[in-house]
């Protein structure tokens, strides 16, 4: 396993408030055009990270949009597996992730158990993550997929006793996710008392849209702000959404 280069990122953002953005590749909704799209408006933009991965991924694409984006440009690429079909190698860390608002042991542990001789045995950088779906106003893939009850938006309470758990138990990294597509995007007021109370780098994502939501959540405590179909449908938002990330 690699050494902690993108985790020890992640920490001094949080550390010194610098927001960082990440651009999600979901390999069923992209092709080839699209991909190379996202890639030139992240380079120019100066994106963080890309994020590849998805809930419900139904070609064997991950790989290929991995490799594209490591031979265009030198954005950490990170894994944002939906099981364990989809770790690779030629990223350069992955997002372990405990689905912890759910009770579907196979997401708890089952998953786990599978990748952990593959991953030990890879050149890849490993990010225990506690991974909390938050009701986002409609069922998503990933609610079904998961066969897991989100979180009540309106229950910031739960968040924050999830994720406190979840660093209790040693995860390194928070993400709350109100799913792709969201009709609503994870609550400023949630974000902020999960924030408040975990002292770990705080992924926040599903629903984002504008500019403006992406900096209210920013200020509520996010430490990186997901975007997957905003971008798919406009790319050429990438450069509005990095501007106002990183000036918040
Ligand atoms: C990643 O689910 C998000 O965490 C992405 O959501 O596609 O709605 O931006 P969107």
Redesign the pocket.
């Known amino acids: 396993m690699k050494n902690s280069e993108v985790y020890t990122n992640l920490v001094e953002g949080r550390k010194r408030q610098q927001k960082k953005l990440a651009v ?1 590749i ?1 390999p069923d909704k992209v092709d080839g055009s699209a991909v190379e799209q996202l890639i030139e408006k992240a380079m120019s933009a100066q994106v963080d990270y890309f ?1 590849v991965g998805g809930s419900l991924v139904m070609n064997n694409y991950s790989a290929r949009w991995i490799e594209r984006v490591k031979q265009r440009c030198s954005i950490p690429v990170i894994i ?1 597996p939906g099981s364990t079909f989809q770790v690779n190698d030629k990223a350069d860390a992955l997002f372990f992730l405990s689905l912890i608002s759910g009770r579907n042991p196979d997401l708890l542990i089952g998953q786990h158990v599978v990748s952990a001789p593959i991953l030990h045995q890879m050149d890849i950088e490993v990010m225990p993550t506690g991974y909390l779906l938050i009701d986002g106003g409609a069922p998503t893939t ?1 609610s079904y997929i998961s066969n897991s009850m989100p979180i009540p938006a309106d229950k910031p309470q739960i968040a924050v006793c999830t994720a406190l758990a979840g660093q209790l138990l040693g995860m390194k990294i928070m ?1 709350l ?6 009709k609503q995007a994870v609550s400023e007021a949630m974000i902020q008392q999960v924030s408040q109370v975990v002292d770990l780098p705080l ?1 926040v ?5 504008t500019p403006e939501q992406a900096v209210k959540s920013c200020q509520a405590g996010a430490d990186v702000i ?7 449908q406009n790319p050429l938002l990438v450069e509005a959404m990095a501007k106002a990330v990183h000036g918040v």
């Open positions: 999600l979901d994020f944002f990933v993400y996710d109100s799913g792709s597509g969201a992924i994502g599903g629903g984002i849209r997901v975007v997957g179909n905003a971008f798919e």
